[in-house]
Protein backbone atom coordinates (compact mmCIF):
# COMPACT_ATOMS: atom_id res chain seq x y z
CA UNK A 1 0.00 0.00 0.00
CA UNK A 2 1.63 3.09 -0.83
CA UNK A 3 -0.57 5.50 1.08
CA UNK A 4 -1.46 4.58 4.76
CA UNK A 5 -4.80 4.69 5.58
CA UNK A 6 -5.72 5.05 8.59
CA UNK A 7 -8.74 4.17 10.77
CA UNK A 8 -10.11 1.96 8.10
CA UNK A 9 -10.56 -0.98 10.20
CA UNK A 10 -13.08 1.05 12.83
CA UNK A 11 -15.96 -1.35 13.57
CA UNK A 12 -18.82 0.36 15.03
CA UNK A 13 -19.17 3.78 14.32
CA UNK A 14 -19.79 6.04 17.62
CA UNK A 15 -20.05 9.53 17.76
CA UNK A 16 -16.59 11.20 17.65
CA UNK A 17 -15.30 8.37 16.76
CA UNK A 18 -15.98 8.36 12.94
CA UNK A 19 -14.44 5.71 10.70
CA UNK A 20 -12.99 7.81 7.52
CA UNK A 21 -10.32 7.38 4.97
CA UNK A 22 -7.59 9.87 4.95
CA UNK A 23 -4.73 9.89 2.33
CA UNK A 24 -1.34 11.45 3.24
CA UNK A 25 0.16 14.12 0.24
CA UNK A 26 3.50 15.29 0.63
CA UNK A 27 2.70 19.14 -0.16
CA UNK A 28 4.91 21.47 1.14
CA UNK A 29 8.45 20.56 0.20
CA UNK A 30 11.43 21.20 2.24
CA UNK A 31 12.78 24.78 0.53
CA UNK A 32 9.11 26.22 1.00
CA UNK A 33 8.87 24.39 4.95
CA UNK A 34 12.71 26.24 5.40
CA UNK A 35 11.34 29.61 3.77
CA UNK A 36 8.16 29.46 5.66
CA UNK A 37 10.16 29.37 8.96
CA UNK A 38 13.28 31.69 8.78
CA UNK A 39 10.85 34.30 7.06
CA UNK A 40 8.50 33.92 9.71
CA UNK A 41 11.19 34.49 12.49
CA UNK A 42 13.18 37.07 10.07
CA UNK A 43 9.88 38.74 9.91
CA UNK A 44 9.16 38.75 13.35
CA UNK A 45 12.42 40.14 14.41
CA UNK A 46 11.79 43.25 11.95
CA UNK A 47 8.71 43.91 12.96
CA UNK A 48 9.96 44.20 16.71
CA UNK A 49 13.14 46.18 15.68
CA UNK A 50 11.39 47.96 13.58
CA UNK A 51 9.03 49.56 15.56
CA UNK A 52 11.37 50.33 17.87
CA UNK A 53 14.00 51.71 16.30
CA UNK A 54 10.73 53.97 15.30
CA UNK A 55 9.87 54.52 18.81
CA UNK A 56 13.09 53.90 20.83
CA UNK A 57 12.32 52.41 24.45
CA UNK A 58 13.26 54.32 27.13
CA UNK A 59 14.55 51.23 28.95
CA UNK A 60 18.47 51.04 29.43
CA UNK A 61 19.77 53.81 31.69
CA UNK A 62 23.35 54.70 30.96
CA UNK A 63 25.53 57.48 32.42
CA UNK A 64 27.77 57.33 29.48
CA UNK A 65 26.87 56.70 25.97
CA UNK A 66 30.31 54.32 25.69
CA UNK A 67 28.48 52.05 28.34
CA UNK A 68 26.05 50.49 26.09
CA UNK A 69 25.26 50.30 22.07
CA UNK A 70 21.74 48.36 22.13
CA UNK A 71 20.49 50.90 19.77
CA UNK A 72 22.81 50.19 17.70
CA UNK A 73 22.06 46.04 18.18
CA UNK A 74 18.84 47.06 17.49
CA UNK A 75 19.92 48.38 14.06
CA UNK A 76 22.03 45.68 13.33
CA UNK A 77 19.29 42.72 13.94
CA UNK A 78 17.27 44.87 11.64
CA UNK A 79 19.36 44.70 8.76
CA UNK A 80 20.63 41.30 9.38
CA UNK A 81 17.08 39.96 9.67
CA UNK A 82 16.50 42.12 6.28
CA UNK A 83 19.29 40.52 5.05
CA UNK A 84 18.14 36.65 5.68
CA UNK A 85 14.68 37.50 4.50
CA UNK A 86 15.92 38.64 0.94
CA UNK A 87 18.08 36.11 0.90
CA UNK A 88 15.33 33.20 1.29
CA UNK A 89 12.82 35.08 -0.55
CA UNK A 90 15.38 34.56 -3.82
CA UNK A 91 15.58 30.89 -2.88
CA UNK A 92 11.56 30.97 -2.47
CA UNK A 93 11.34 33.01 -5.89
CA UNK A 94 13.55 30.04 -7.66
CA UNK A 95 11.48 26.87 -6.22
CA UNK A 96 8.20 29.09 -7.30
CA UNK A 97 9.01 27.96 -10.73
CA UNK A 98 11.41 24.67 -10.01
CA UNK A 99 9.14 23.61 -6.93
CA UNK A 100 6.02 20.66 -6.67
CA UNK A 101 2.16 22.05 -8.18
CA UNK A 102 1.98 23.69 -4.67
CA UNK A 103 4.69 25.65 -4.68
CA UNK A 104 4.55 27.02 -7.97
CA UNK A 105 4.04 30.69 -8.76
CA UNK A 106 0.87 30.16 -10.82
CA UNK A 107 -1.22 29.87 -6.87
CA UNK A 108 -0.25 32.82 -6.11
CA UNK A 109 -1.62 35.42 -8.64
CA UNK A 110 -5.45 34.75 -9.86
CA UNK A 111 -5.61 34.90 -13.50
CA UNK A 112 -7.50 31.59 -14.19
CA UNK A 113 -11.32 31.97 -13.83
CA UNK A 114 -11.48 29.08 -11.21
CA UNK A 115 -9.14 31.02 -9.00
CA UNK A 116 -11.53 34.12 -9.10
CA UNK A 117 -14.47 31.56 -8.36
CA UNK A 118 -12.64 29.87 -5.46
CA UNK A 119 -12.06 33.28 -3.61
CA UNK A 120 -15.43 34.34 -3.91
CA UNK A 121 -16.33 30.81 -2.88
CA UNK A 122 -14.12 31.53 0.58
CA UNK A 123 -15.86 34.54 1.34
CA UNK A 124 -18.76 33.12 1.34
CA UNK A 125 -18.24 30.26 3.36
CA UNK A 126 -15.19 31.12 5.61
CA UNK A 127 -15.48 34.88 5.63
CA UNK A 128 -19.26 35.89 5.72
CA UNK A 129 -19.97 32.28 6.74
CA UNK A 130 -22.95 32.20 4.96
CA UNK A 131 -22.96 29.01 3.33
CA UNK A 132 -21.93 26.22 5.52
CA UNK A 133 -19.42 24.01 3.68
CA UNK A 134 -16.73 24.65 1.17
CA UNK A 135 -14.17 22.65 -0.99
CA UNK A 136 -11.25 21.43 0.29
CA UNK A 137 -7.75 22.85 -0.39
CA UNK A 138 -4.57 20.75 -0.15
CA UNK A 139 -2.25 23.38 -0.79
CA UNK A 140 -2.82 27.12 -0.75
CA UNK A 141 -6.35 28.27 -1.64
CA UNK A 142 -6.80 30.99 -3.86
CA UNK A 143 -7.78 33.69 -1.52
CA UNK A 144 -4.93 32.86 0.91
CA UNK A 145 -2.21 32.76 -2.21
CA UNK A 146 -3.51 36.12 -3.15
CA UNK A 147 -2.87 37.37 0.39
CA UNK A 148 0.54 36.31 0.29
CA UNK A 149 1.30 37.66 -3.33
CA UNK A 150 0.15 40.82 -1.42
CA UNK A 151 2.79 40.18 1.23
CA UNK A 152 5.65 39.82 -1.59
CA UNK A 153 4.75 42.96 -2.52
CA UNK A 154 5.12 44.17 0.36
CA UNK A 155 8.28 42.64 0.79
CA UNK A 156 9.96 44.02 -2.43
CA UNK A 157 8.79 47.36 -1.08
CA UNK A 158 10.76 46.77 2.12
CA UNK A 159 13.20 45.54 0.54
CA UNK A 160 13.60 48.48 -2.17
CA UNK A 161 12.98 51.44 0.27
CA UNK A 162 14.94 49.86 3.33
CA UNK A 163 17.97 49.08 0.90
CA UNK A 164 17.98 52.67 -0.41
CA UNK A 165 17.99 53.97 3.21
CA UNK A 166 20.62 51.76 4.05
CA UNK A 167 22.83 52.44 0.92
CA UNK A 168 24.21 56.01 2.61
CA UNK A 169 25.80 54.21 5.49
CA UNK A 170 27.21 51.25 3.17
CA UNK A 171 30.03 50.80 0.90
CA UNK A 172 28.38 47.50 -0.57
CA UNK A 173 27.46 47.61 -4.02
CA UNK A 174 24.46 45.75 -3.93
CA UNK A 175 23.12 48.29 -1.88
CA UNK A 176 23.35 50.89 -4.13
CA UNK A 177 21.29 49.51 -6.53
CA UNK A 178 18.39 50.94 -5.58
CA UNK A 179 19.87 54.60 -4.50
CA UNK A 180 17.40 56.18 -7.52
CA UNK A 181 14.19 55.46 -5.20
CA UNK A 182 15.15 58.31 -2.70
CA UNK A 183 14.89 60.84 -5.32
CA UNK A 184 12.02 59.40 -6.87
CA UNK A 185 10.23 59.54 -3.56
CA UNK A 186 11.56 62.77 -2.67
CA UNK A 187 13.79 62.07 0.01
CA UNK A 188 14.82 60.25 2.49
CA UNK A 189 12.12 61.80 4.89
CA UNK A 190 9.75 59.68 2.49
CA UNK A 191 10.95 57.01 2.01
CA UNK A 192 11.88 56.48 5.67
CA UNK A 193 8.02 57.48 6.31
CA UNK A 194 6.75 54.79 3.96
CA UNK A 195 8.87 52.37 5.32
CA UNK A 196 7.68 52.50 8.73
CA UNK A 197 3.80 52.59 7.32
CA UNK A 198 4.12 49.71 5.26
CA UNK A 199 5.37 47.44 8.89
CA UNK A 200 1.70 47.98 9.69
CA UNK A 201 1.04 45.46 6.73
CA UNK A 202 2.81 42.77 8.10
CA UNK A 203 1.46 43.35 11.48
CA UNK A 204 -2.03 42.78 10.42
CA UNK A 205 -0.73 39.98 8.00
CA UNK A 206 0.14 38.03 11.29
CA UNK A 207 -2.90 38.41 13.33
CA UNK A 208 -5.04 37.47 10.55
CA UNK A 209 -2.44 34.43 9.47
CA UNK A 210 -2.03 33.03 12.58
CA UNK A 211 -5.67 33.50 13.31
CA UNK A 212 -6.28 31.13 9.92
CA UNK A 213 -4.02 28.99 10.66
CA UNK A 214 -6.25 27.72 13.91
CA UNK A 215 -9.69 28.24 12.65
CA UNK A 216 -8.13 25.73 9.43
CA UNK A 217 -7.30 23.27 12.14
CA UNK A 218 -10.22 23.94 14.19
CA UNK A 219 -12.29 23.89 11.39
CA UNK A 220 -10.89 21.62 8.43
CA UNK A 221 -8.95 19.14 10.62
CA UNK A 222 -6.20 19.29 7.65
CA UNK A 223 -3.36 19.28 9.77
CA UNK A 224 -2.48 22.74 8.91
CA UNK A 225 -0.25 23.62 11.63
CA UNK A 226 1.96 20.41 11.84
CA UNK A 227 2.13 20.25 7.51
CA UNK A 228 4.06 22.94 7.49
CA UNK A 229 6.67 21.26 10.10
CA UNK A 230 6.77 17.74 8.67
CA UNK A 231 5.29 18.88 4.91
CA UNK A 232 2.12 15.96 4.82
CA UNK A 233 -1.26 16.70 4.97
CA UNK A 234 -4.46 14.43 5.08
CA UNK A 235 -6.74 14.56 2.92
CA UNK A 236 -10.18 12.67 3.67
CA UNK A 237 -11.04 10.01 0.65
CA UNK A 238 -14.67 9.46 -0.25
CA UNK A 239 -15.93 6.95 2.36
CA UNK A 240 -16.10 3.37 0.63
CA UNK A 241 -18.41 1.76 3.18
CA UNK B 1 37.18 93.27 -18.58
CA UNK B 2 39.70 90.89 -19.76
CA UNK B 3 41.88 91.91 -16.41
CA UNK B 4 43.27 88.47 -14.95
CA UNK B 5 42.40 87.62 -11.25
CA UNK B 6 46.24 88.47 -9.66
CA UNK B 7 46.07 92.17 -12.07
CA UNK B 8 42.66 93.09 -10.47
CA UNK B 9 44.10 92.20 -6.96
CA UNK B 10 46.83 94.23 -7.26
CA UNK B 11 44.63 97.30 -8.40
CA UNK B 12 42.79 96.98 -5.18
CA UNK B 13 46.23 96.75 -3.14
CA UNK B 14 46.65 93.28 -2.11
CA UNK B 15 49.74 92.39 -1.91
CA UNK B 16 51.81 89.30 -3.75
CA UNK B 17 51.68 87.33 -0.12
CA UNK B 18 48.18 87.92 0.10
CA UNK B 19 47.66 87.02 -3.06
CA UNK B 20 49.48 83.84 -1.89
CA UNK B 21 47.68 83.65 1.12
CA UNK B 22 44.04 83.69 -0.91
CA UNK B 23 45.64 81.08 -3.54
CA UNK B 24 46.41 78.63 -0.91
CA UNK B 25 43.14 79.67 0.97
CA UNK B 26 40.83 78.75 -2.05
CA UNK B 27 43.10 75.73 -2.98
CA UNK B 28 42.05 74.37 0.39
CA UNK B 29 38.69 74.98 -0.16
CA UNK B 30 38.31 73.74 -3.42
CA UNK B 31 39.52 70.40 -1.99
CA UNK B 32 43.15 70.34 -3.44
CA UNK B 33 46.14 69.33 -1.43
CA UNK B 34 48.87 71.49 -0.61
CA UNK B 35 51.28 70.76 -4.05
CA UNK B 36 48.53 72.20 -6.36
CA UNK B 37 48.94 75.66 -4.98
CA UNK B 38 50.99 76.24 -7.81
CA UNK B 39 48.58 75.52 -10.19
CA UNK B 40 45.86 77.53 -8.56
CA UNK B 41 48.25 80.50 -8.75
CA UNK B 42 49.11 80.23 -12.32
CA UNK B 43 45.26 80.13 -13.11
CA UNK B 44 45.19 83.43 -10.92
CA UNK B 45 47.22 85.32 -13.41
CA UNK B 46 46.19 83.96 -16.55
CA UNK B 47 42.89 83.50 -15.85
CA UNK B 48 40.20 86.16 -16.64
CA UNK B 49 38.16 87.86 -13.67
CA UNK B 50 34.69 86.29 -14.35
CA UNK B 51 31.68 87.98 -14.32
CA UNK B 52 28.72 86.63 -12.67
CA UNK B 53 25.21 87.68 -12.20
CA UNK B 54 23.41 87.13 -8.90
CA UNK B 55 19.05 86.76 -10.04
CA UNK B 56 16.93 87.27 -7.33
CA UNK B 57 13.27 85.54 -7.64
CA UNK B 58 10.98 83.78 -4.58
CA UNK B 59 13.01 84.51 -1.99
CA UNK B 60 13.69 85.96 1.22
CA UNK B 61 17.68 86.96 0.75
CA UNK B 62 18.77 84.88 3.69
CA UNK B 63 21.44 82.73 1.01
CA UNK B 64 22.55 86.21 0.49
CA UNK B 65 22.78 87.03 4.09
CA UNK B 66 24.32 83.50 4.60
CA UNK B 67 27.33 84.29 2.02
CA UNK B 68 28.65 87.57 2.88
CA UNK B 69 29.03 85.79 6.55
CA UNK B 70 31.42 83.19 5.41
CA UNK B 71 33.97 82.69 7.90
CA UNK B 72 37.38 82.63 6.19
CA UNK B 73 38.26 86.58 5.79
CA UNK B 74 41.47 86.78 3.31
CA UNK B 75 38.60 84.22 0.66
CA UNK B 76 35.51 85.91 0.82
CA UNK B 77 36.86 89.55 0.54
CA UNK B 78 38.78 88.93 -2.38
CA UNK B 79 36.01 86.82 -3.75
CA UNK B 80 33.91 89.97 -3.75
CA UNK B 81 36.65 91.98 -5.02
CA UNK B 82 37.71 89.45 -7.92
CA UNK B 83 34.64 88.50 -9.21
CA UNK B 84 32.88 90.96 -10.94
CA UNK B 85 29.05 91.12 -9.44
CA UNK B 86 27.97 92.65 -12.00
CA UNK B 87 24.13 91.94 -11.66
CA UNK B 88 22.84 91.59 -8.17
CA UNK B 89 19.31 93.13 -7.48
CA UNK B 90 19.87 93.14 -3.35
CA UNK B 91 23.55 94.65 -3.25
CA UNK B 92 24.02 97.01 -6.41
CA UNK B 93 23.81 100.35 -6.38
CA UNK B 94 22.85 100.72 -9.58
CA UNK B 95 18.97 100.88 -9.95
CA UNK B 96 16.50 101.22 -12.96
CA UNK B 97 17.69 100.81 -16.42
CA UNK B 98 20.98 101.02 -15.84
CA UNK B 99 20.56 97.99 -13.79
CA UNK B 100 18.83 96.60 -16.58
CA UNK B 101 21.46 97.53 -18.85
CA UNK B 102 24.21 96.14 -16.47
CA UNK B 103 22.53 92.37 -16.62
CA UNK B 104 21.87 93.20 -20.40
CA UNK B 105 25.77 94.18 -21.04
CA UNK B 106 26.78 90.84 -19.03
CA UNK B 107 25.08 88.35 -20.88
CA UNK B 108 26.24 90.20 -24.39
CA UNK B 109 29.82 90.85 -23.57
CA UNK B 110 30.58 87.40 -21.43
CA UNK B 111 28.49 85.19 -23.72
CA UNK B 112 29.39 81.55 -22.31
CA UNK B 113 31.37 82.64 -19.58
CA UNK B 114 29.63 84.16 -17.23
CA UNK B 115 28.13 82.21 -13.98
CA UNK B 116 24.83 82.74 -12.87
CA UNK B 117 23.79 82.09 -9.31
CA UNK B 118 20.25 82.03 -8.68
CA UNK B 119 18.37 82.60 -5.22
CA UNK B 120 14.62 81.89 -5.18
CA UNK B 121 12.35 79.63 -6.95
CA UNK B 122 10.44 80.66 -10.03
CA UNK B 123 6.76 80.77 -10.11
CA UNK B 124 5.37 78.84 -13.27
CA UNK B 125 1.27 79.29 -12.32
CA UNK B 126 -0.70 81.92 -13.89
CA UNK B 127 1.97 83.03 -16.30
CA UNK B 128 4.50 83.83 -13.84
CA UNK B 129 2.76 86.97 -12.73
CA UNK B 130 3.52 86.56 -8.81
CA UNK B 131 7.06 86.99 -9.47
CA UNK B 132 7.74 89.99 -11.99
CA UNK B 133 10.68 91.88 -12.37
CA UNK B 134 10.85 94.79 -14.20
CA UNK B 135 7.83 94.09 -16.10
CA UNK B 136 8.78 90.50 -17.11
CA UNK B 137 8.10 87.37 -15.95
CA UNK B 138 10.87 85.57 -13.14
CA UNK B 139 10.85 82.40 -15.69
CA UNK B 140 11.49 84.54 -18.99
CA UNK B 141 14.49 86.54 -16.95
CA UNK B 142 15.74 83.16 -15.99
CA UNK B 143 15.48 81.85 -19.85
CA UNK B 144 17.65 84.83 -21.29
CA UNK B 145 19.64 85.28 -18.30
CA UNK B 146 20.84 81.23 -18.41
CA UNK B 147 20.97 81.07 -21.90
CA UNK B 148 24.93 81.78 -22.47
CA UNK B 149 25.96 81.25 -19.06
CA UNK B 150 29.22 79.07 -18.49
CA UNK B 151 27.52 77.76 -14.84
CA UNK B 152 24.29 77.85 -13.28
CA UNK B 153 24.21 77.88 -9.44
CA UNK B 154 21.29 77.20 -7.35
CA UNK B 155 21.68 78.93 -4.28
CA UNK B 156 19.41 77.37 -1.47
CA UNK B 157 16.45 75.36 -0.89
CA UNK B 158 13.62 78.03 -3.00
CA UNK B 159 16.08 77.30 -6.28
CA UNK B 160 17.11 73.66 -5.50
CA UNK B 161 13.55 72.13 -4.51
CA UNK B 162 11.51 74.83 -3.77
CA UNK B 163 11.44 75.08 -0.44
CA UNK B 164 8.43 76.86 2.04
CA UNK B 165 6.78 78.68 -2.11
CA UNK B 166 6.73 75.00 -2.84
CA UNK B 167 5.20 73.01 0.34
CA UNK B 168 1.90 72.05 -0.49
CA UNK B 169 -0.46 73.19 -1.88
CA UNK B 170 2.05 75.27 -4.00
CA UNK B 171 -0.11 78.03 -4.80
CA UNK B 172 1.92 80.26 -7.48
CA UNK B 173 3.82 76.75 -8.71
CA UNK B 174 7.25 77.50 -7.34
CA UNK B 175 9.53 75.50 -9.38
CA UNK B 176 13.39 74.99 -8.48
CA UNK B 177 15.63 75.81 -11.31
CA UNK B 178 17.02 72.70 -12.66
CA UNK B 179 13.53 72.14 -13.70
CA UNK B 180 13.50 74.98 -15.62
CA UNK B 181 16.67 75.29 -17.61
CA UNK B 182 17.91 72.78 -19.62
CA UNK B 183 21.92 72.56 -18.77
CA UNK B 184 23.73 71.20 -15.52
CA UNK B 185 22.53 73.25 -12.44
CA UNK B 186 24.88 72.99 -9.38
CA UNK B 187 22.01 72.64 -6.23
CA UNK B 188 23.13 74.26 -3.13
CA UNK B 189 20.36 73.55 -1.21
CA UNK B 190 19.42 74.74 2.52
CA UNK B 191 17.65 77.38 4.15
CA UNK B 192 20.14 78.79 3.49
CA UNK B 193 23.08 77.11 2.81
CA UNK B 194 25.81 77.08 5.06
CA UNK B 195 28.50 80.78 4.17
CA UNK B 196 31.35 78.64 3.87
CA UNK B 197 29.35 75.85 1.40
CA UNK B 198 28.65 78.93 -0.84
CA UNK B 199 31.57 80.26 -0.46
CA UNK B 200 33.52 76.32 -1.57
CA UNK B 201 31.33 75.73 -4.38
CA UNK B 202 31.63 78.99 -6.05
CA UNK B 203 35.58 78.47 -5.35
CA UNK B 204 35.66 75.53 -6.99
CA UNK B 205 34.04 76.89 -9.97
CA UNK B 206 36.92 79.82 -9.90
CA UNK B 207 39.97 77.54 -9.14
CA UNK B 208 39.38 74.75 -11.43
CA UNK B 209 36.86 76.37 -13.80
CA UNK B 210 34.81 73.21 -13.55
CA UNK B 211 31.94 71.93 -11.74
CA UNK B 212 32.36 70.21 -8.64
CA UNK B 213 31.69 66.67 -8.37
CA UNK B 214 27.97 66.26 -8.33
CA UNK B 215 25.48 63.48 -7.19
CA UNK B 216 21.88 62.30 -8.36
CA UNK B 217 20.37 65.58 -7.61
CA UNK B 218 22.40 67.76 -8.43
CA UNK B 219 24.09 68.56 -5.18
CA UNK B 220 28.27 68.82 -4.76
CA UNK B 221 29.64 65.53 -2.92
CA UNK B 222 32.18 67.23 -1.08
CA UNK B 223 29.38 68.87 0.88
CA UNK B 224 26.06 66.77 0.73
CA UNK B 225 27.95 63.41 0.39
CA UNK B 226 27.34 62.30 4.05
CA UNK B 227 23.92 62.80 6.64
CA UNK B 228 23.84 65.06 9.37
CA UNK B 229 23.23 62.05 11.93
CA UNK B 230 26.90 60.40 10.04
CA UNK B 231 29.06 63.40 11.59
CA UNK B 232 27.19 64.32 14.38
CA UNK B 233 28.73 64.73 18.20
CA UNK B 234 25.76 63.23 19.84
CA UNK B 235 25.61 60.12 17.34
CA UNK B 236 27.18 58.35 20.46
CA UNK B 237 24.61 58.59 22.10
CA UNK B 238 22.35 57.36 19.42
CA UNK B 239 23.58 54.44 19.13
CA UNK B 240 23.61 53.72 22.84
CA UNK B 241 20.09 54.55 22.63
CA UNK B 242 20.36 57.33 25.46
CA UNK B 243 17.81 59.58 23.62
CA UNK B 244 16.19 62.93 25.47
CA UNK B 245 12.07 62.77 25.86
CA UNK B 246 11.15 66.39 26.83
CA UNK B 247 12.87 69.84 25.48
CA UNK B 248 13.54 70.55 29.53
CA UNK B 249 14.69 67.04 30.86
CA UNK B 250 18.17 66.02 32.10
CA UNK B 251 18.83 63.89 29.16
CA UNK B 252 18.64 67.36 27.18
CA UNK B 253 20.58 68.97 29.47
CA UNK B 254 23.81 65.81 28.97
CA UNK B 255 23.62 66.64 25.55
CA UNK B 256 21.92 63.37 24.71
CA UNK B 257 20.72 62.10 21.44
CA UNK B 258 17.72 64.73 20.19
CA UNK B 259 16.05 61.45 17.86
CA UNK B 260 12.83 61.44 19.80
CA UNK B 261 12.41 65.32 19.82
CA UNK B 262 12.25 64.68 16.02
CA UNK B 263 15.69 65.30 14.68
CA UNK B 264 15.94 64.94 11.26
CA UNK B 265 19.55 64.63 11.10
CA UNK B 266 19.36 60.70 9.68
CA UNK B 267 17.58 61.44 6.39
CA UNK B 268 19.71 65.10 5.99
CA UNK B 269 22.24 65.54 3.68
CA UNK B 270 24.57 68.76 4.89
CA UNK B 271 28.04 69.56 6.02
CA UNK B 272 26.05 71.24 9.32
CA UNK B 273 27.98 68.97 11.76
CA UNK B 274 31.61 69.71 10.53
CA UNK B 275 31.50 73.07 9.07
CA UNK B 276 29.11 74.33 11.40
CA UNK B 277 27.71 78.48 11.39
CA UNK B 278 28.83 81.52 12.02
CA UNK B 279 32.56 81.16 12.05
CA UNK B 280 32.30 77.26 13.27
CA UNK B 281 30.72 78.46 16.26
CA UNK B 282 27.55 76.06 16.19
CA UNK B 283 24.78 74.24 14.81
CA UNK B 284 21.58 73.46 15.81
CA UNK B 285 21.82 70.41 17.70
CA UNK B 286 25.14 71.85 19.24
CA UNK B 287 22.79 74.50 20.49
CA UNK B 288 19.84 71.37 21.82
CA UNK B 289 18.00 72.01 18.92
CA UNK B 290 17.09 69.06 16.42
CA UNK B 291 18.10 69.53 12.81
CA UNK B 292 14.18 70.34 10.48
CA UNK B 293 15.82 69.16 7.92
CA UNK B 294 16.33 72.19 5.82
CA UNK B 295 18.21 71.55 2.75
CA UNK B 296 15.94 68.04 2.30
CA UNK B 297 13.58 68.24 -0.27
CA UNK B 298 9.91 68.85 1.13
CA UNK B 299 10.71 69.43 4.21
CA UNK B 300 7.91 71.52 5.18
CA UNK B 301 5.93 68.69 4.16
CA UNK B 302 7.39 66.12 6.48
CA UNK B 303 5.96 68.08 9.63
CA UNK B 304 5.26 68.29 12.54
CA UNK B 305 9.25 68.72 13.46
CA UNK B 306 9.35 67.82 16.85
CA UNK B 307 7.65 64.45 16.31
CA UNK B 308 10.46 61.35 15.44
CA UNK B 309 7.27 60.37 12.99
CA UNK B 310 5.63 63.25 10.23
CA UNK B 311 1.93 62.86 10.58
CA UNK B 312 -0.28 60.35 7.95
CA UNK B 313 -1.18 62.25 5.17
CA UNK B 314 -5.14 62.67 5.02
CA UNK B 315 -5.19 61.65 8.52
CA UNK B 316 -4.91 65.15 10.53
CA UNK B 317 -1.86 66.45 12.15
CA UNK B 318 -1.95 63.85 15.55
CA UNK B 319 -2.50 60.86 13.42
CA UNK B 320 1.02 58.90 12.29
CA UNK B 321 1.19 55.99 10.55
CA UNK B 322 1.40 54.31 14.28
CA UNK B 323 -1.54 55.33 15.22
CA UNK B 324 -3.51 54.61 12.43
CA UNK B 325 -1.77 51.18 12.20
CA UNK B 326 -2.59 50.51 15.62
CA UNK B 327 -5.91 51.47 15.39
CA UNK B 328 -6.37 49.14 12.22
CA UNK B 329 -4.90 46.11 13.96
CA UNK B 330 -7.18 46.70 16.22
CA UNK B 331 -10.25 46.68 14.11
CA UNK B 332 -8.73 43.72 12.59
CA UNK B 333 -8.49 41.57 16.21
CA UNK B 334 -12.14 42.37 16.85
CA UNK B 335 -13.12 41.37 13.65
CA UNK B 336 -10.62 37.70 14.05
CA UNK B 337 -12.37 37.48 17.39
CA UNK B 338 -16.02 38.08 16.20
CA UNK B 339 -14.85 35.21 13.55
CA UNK B 340 -14.10 33.42 15.66
CA UNK B 341 -17.49 33.20 17.65
CA UNK B 342 -19.18 32.65 14.15
CA UNK B 343 -16.48 29.50 13.56
CA UNK B 344 -17.92 28.07 16.93
CA UNK B 345 -21.01 28.38 16.25
CA UNK B 346 -20.82 26.85 12.61
CA UNK B 347 -18.82 23.84 13.66
CA UNK B 348 -21.44 22.62 16.68
CA UNK B 349 -24.06 22.68 13.38
CA UNK B 350 -21.34 20.81 11.33
CA UNK B 351 -20.14 18.35 13.75
CA UNK B 352 -24.24 17.84 14.75
CA UNK B 353 -25.03 17.32 10.84
CA UNK B 354 -21.87 14.31 10.41
CA UNK B 355 -23.12 12.70 12.99
CA UNK B 356 -26.78 12.82 11.96
CA UNK B 357 -25.63 10.97 9.06
CA UNK B 358 -23.11 8.53 10.56
CA UNK B 359 -26.01 7.62 12.33
CA UNK B 360 -28.30 6.91 9.53
CA UNK B 361 -25.80 5.02 7.99
S1 LIG C 1 20.98 64.49 17.42
FE1 LIG C 1 20.08 64.06 15.40
S2 LIG C 1 21.79 63.98 13.97
FE2 LIG C 1 22.65 63.85 16.06
S3 LIG C 1 22.80 61.62 16.44
FE3 LIG C 1 20.82 62.28 17.23
S4 LIG C 1 19.41 61.91 15.51
FE4 LIG C 1 21.48 61.90 14.67
Known sequence: MSTPVIGAAAAKPVANELPADYKRIYVWEFPVRLFHWVTALSIAMLCVTGFLIGHPLHAFYAAEAYQQYWFGWMRFVHFASAFVLVAVSLVRLYWAFRGNQYASWRNFIPLTGAQWKSIWELITVEVLQIKKYGRYHVGHNAMAAFSYFILFLAFLFQTVTGLALYSNMSDARLTHVFNWVVPLMGGDANVRFWHHAVLWIFVLFIIVHVYLVFYDDYVEGGGEMSAMVSGWKFKRDKRED | ?361
Open chain 2, 1 to 361: MGQTIWQSMQQKGYSRREFLQFCSAAAVIAGLDKSSVGQVVSAFETQSRPAVVWMHFQECTCCSESFIRASHPTVIDVLFDVISLNYTETLMAASGFQAEKSLSDTIRDNKGKYIVLVEGSVPTAEDGVYCMIGGKSGESILQTVTADAAAVIAWGSCASNGCVQGAKPNPTSATPIHKLVDKPVINVPGCPPIADVMMGVVTHLLVLGQMPELDDIGRPKEFYGRRVHDTCYRRPNYDAGLFVEAWDDENARKGYCLYKMGCRGPVTYNACSVVKWNEGTSYPIQSGHGCIGCSEAGFWDNEPFYQHLPSFPGFGIESTADTIGATVGLVTLAGVAAHAVLTNVRKKSVIEEEHQDDQKE
